[in-house]
């Protein structure tokens, strides 16, 4: 490809998913590292590590059984339940503490987990569903003859495992990093901190930037801990069983526990899911003060009406972020993959994920505040600057997993042909990865209309609907609160639902 | 007669492994080589030494006149060498009908609209595809697909053709059919082939000469005729003419 295309793309990532990182390693000076080794700091480390240890444990208990029986099994309503179960990845976390904490008044560490734990478990149904897609007819035909379903399930079982840690490994960089939820739950109920609130206060009640960066310090290499190793399975095909002649396996018959698998799935989806959507359509329509479809449509076409500058804005941004990523994640992703030595980029990739939010907002305010950069930082560019920086590297581990699965043979072919790079980047790799770019595009866009913790430290992104939404959460009626968090939810889900109404092809949103 | 293609001390290397080479081979225009050895030895490698697609460590590429490597250095790229390649197994583009890749190469090639549409109506007919110009390569047989990459492969009128494995998929009717369909196109439109297979029962019957490669070399070189004849004899050892160290230079 083109060397001037791919340093530029190079750049642009550095700017903006790396400086912010590497600014703040500027600020820590030797007395910061003191910090690192206090009581207080290892006691928090060890609550947030324990959060989200619990958190991915349920992840793994709710998401394994669930993508596995949707993907391979013949339980009823499958096709349905399927793009069900990714919803709650796509809701904000903090709505499903607002909902489950309503209804079953769940108060504390535990309820944090369990509220992590359900918004992240379609992360270990997805990676399982895929990994079971991918074993072959024959092997479990052969597993179903010698011995019937409990053999075919044990043969399978390792070959799913590789999937399910993945998984498991997003779940766990998800949940230790989350602010908005241990946040939301410690002002109902008891309240205790997590490592995110440390780093927080470190920085804006002891101005001391350094501080906090020591303090994230051990949450970071934690977090690249557990996504390293998933990586590195997926580099080693581990995730895939799929050799030349393929053949797809037929659904597994699951007999006499073909209704109480349904039931298992179909509980799923009603608690986290259809459950906290209904909570919300009940709260807006007036709650247990009485539910009336008028008060519903109200309090909708007053939320809509008010807070319809915030809403676009939010859409706007997402949808801008995402479109400008989509191509840039293409360009780095065919360098990690193409260029010799390119794969070792990867784990510098996954550094803003595995960074606290909260401290890559601290980064992205000592980048870009100053008198030079006044204007930007003042405005809405600095709005899609954060949610490049922040979610960048969702399409380029989508892609770059796509490109891998590519025949660099095509690109080849078209080499010989006389195609130059852009239009082989453009007519030969990009067609093929039409679900994986839509799919990089969505998750930009949806994670960047929920993004929150960076969001509530940087002045311009205060004018986001999930702000607007944080803010009433605490000081607005609950009707209003309810009506614009069915709003939001609408936005987000709205992409990945005209997709598969309209579209032939399966999104492809995993690396 | 000119050398279409000719190479001289070229060498391969992945990291400091040595995988090709050194290899020293003159191919006369309009000669059909075949390029026969066991898995691995590196035939592939060859071929995509000569289409630019593989960086030689070492030696010369010369095609048709054109110096295209010269001591580890790409003079000439891909596009440029006159050379066609049809892939392993096709690699077809998944995506595009069967007129549009066509269109696409000549596109690249800058061919003006008319020109390629009529073209990749011309090139569909010639390998017996007409009428398949909408279909995509899923939709295509195993025969069908090869076909249409070998008239890809032809788009860019190159001078010397490739072909890797180009028979490897089909059975045995396919075979014989492509196989007649590929010496029709060489002898009408001049082709100088290096064809590589690890399977050389019917190719080396319309084969002018017979390679064979071992460990990244090219340890025998006969006429197509002997190499029958070798190949029925028992116990003759090396069964392709002579040692690599008496290679003709």
């Known amino acids: 490809m083109n060397r001037a295309l791919r340093i530029t793309a190079g750049l642009a990532f550095a700017l903006l998913c790396l400086a912010p990182i590497l600014i703040m390693l500027t600020r820590v000076g030797v007395s910061d590292l003191e910090n690192l080794g206090s009581e207080r700091t290892l006691g928090l480390l060890g609550r947030t590590l324990r959060l989200g240890l619990h958190s991915t444990l349920i992840a793994v208990l709710i998401g394994a059984p669930f993508g596995f029986l949707l993907a391979r099994t013949d339980v009823p309503g499958a096709s349905l339940m399927r793009p069900l179960g990714i919803v709650p990845l796509v809701l904000p976390p903090l709505f499903l503490a607002i909902t489950w904490t309503a209804v079953f008044e769940l108060r504390g560490p535990w309820a944090t987990a369990l509220v992590l734990g359900v918004n992240t478990f379609p992360l270990v149904a997805l990676f399982t569903a895929k990994a079971a897609a991918r074993i072959d007819a024959r092997r479990e035909e052969a597993a179903l003859l010698v011995g019937g379903l409990g053999t075919a399930l044990r043969m399978e079982l390792p070959l799913l495992l590789p999937g399910i840690l993945t998984g498991a490994a997003l779940a766990f960089a998800f949940a230790v990093n989350d602010w908005s939820v241990p946040d939301y739950i410690s002002s109902v109920g008891p309240k205790f901190n997590v490592y995110a609130d440390e780093i927080f206060a470190n920085w804006q009640l002891e101005a001391n930037t350094g501080k906090a960066v020591v303090t994230a310090l051990p949450l970071v290499l934690v977090t690249l801990a557990a996504l390293l190793p998933a990586l590195s399975l997926r580099r080693r095909g581990a995730l895939a069983t799929l050799d030349g002649d393929f053949r797809r396996p037929a659904p597994l018959r699951l007999g006499v526990w073909r209704w109480p698998a349904f039931a298992f799935c179909a509980a799923v989806v009603l608690f986290a899911v259809c459950g906290p959507i209904a909570r919300l359509a009940f709260e807006a329509g007036g709650g247990t003060r009485g539910f009336t479809t008028t008060a519903f449509r109200e309090a909708m076409a007053t939320t809509l009406e008010f807070e319809r500058e915030f809403l676009a804005n939010s859409l706007i941004w997402s949808a801008v972020a995402a479109t400008i990523a989509v191509p840039l994640a293409l360009v780095i992703a065919h360098a990690i993959e193409r260029l010799r030595g390119g794969r070792w980029l990867e784990p510098i990739v996954l550094l803003p994920i595995a960074v606290p939010a909260i401290l890559f907002g601290i980064g992205t305010i000592n980048l870009w505040n100053h008198d030079a950069t006044a204007e930007i930082y003042d405005g809405n560019a600095m709005i899609l600057l954060l949610y490049l920086g922040r979610f960048l590297a969702f399409p380029i581990l989508v892609l770059s997993g796509a490109v891998a699965a590519l025949d660099p043979r095509l690109e080849e072919a078209a080499e010989l042909a006389g195609a130059g790079p852009l239009r082989r980047l453009r007519a030969i790799v990009a067609p093929p990865l039409r679900p994986s770019l839509v799919g990089g595009w969505v998750l930009v866009f949806v994670f960047a209309m929920r993004e929150l913790d960076a969001a509530v430290l940087v002045p311009a992104a205060n004018h986001t609907v999930i702000f607007k939404a944080y803010n009433r959460i605490h000081f607005a009626r609950d009707d209003s609160v309810a009506a614009l968090c069915l709003l939001i939810l609408f936005f987000l889900v709205l992409p990945g639902l005209l997709w598969s109404l309209f579209a032939r092809e399966k999104l492809e949103v995993l690396p | ?249």
């Open chain 2, 1 to 249: 007669m000119t050398n279409a293609l000719s190479i001289r001390g070229l060498e391969v290397r992945v990291g400091k492994q040595p995988i090709l080479g050194p290899i020293e081979l003159e191919i006369p225009a309009g000669q059909h080589v075949l390029l026969v050895g066991p898995s691995g030895c590196g035939k592939t490698t060859l071929l995509r030494a000569i289409a630019g697609l593989a960086a030689p460590h070492a030696g010369t590429i010369t095609i048709d006149g054109k110096l295209a490597d010269e001591g580890g250095t790409r003079v000439l790229k891909p596009a440029e060498r006159g050379v066609g390649m049809l892939f392993q197994n096709g690699a077809l583009w998944p995506h595009m009908r069967a007129a549009k890749q066509l269109r696409f190469v000549l596109r690249s090639r800058g061919v003006g609209f008319r020109a390629r549409r009529r073209r990749a109506k011309e090139l569909l007919n010639l390998v017996e595809l007409s009428g398949y110009g909408r279909r995509t390569p899923g939709t295509l047989s195993g025969g069908e697909a090869q076909r249409l990459a070998l008239a890809r492969a032809l788009a860019s009128d190159p001078r010397v053709l490739l072909l890797d494995e180009p028979l490897g998929p089909l059975d045995a009717e396919l075979r014989a059919s492509l196989l007649a369909s590929l010496v029709k196109l060489r002898d009408e439109l001049g082709l100088t082939i290096v064809h590589v297979t690890h399977d050389p029962a019917g190719s080396a019957d319309v084969a002018h000469r017979v390679l064979r490669m071992e460990d990244g070399r090219i340890v025998g070189d006969v006429s197509a005729g002997r190499f029958g004849a070798d190949d029925d004899a028992e116990g003759e050892e090396p069964k392709l003419g002579f040692d690599a160290e008496e290679q003709p230079a």
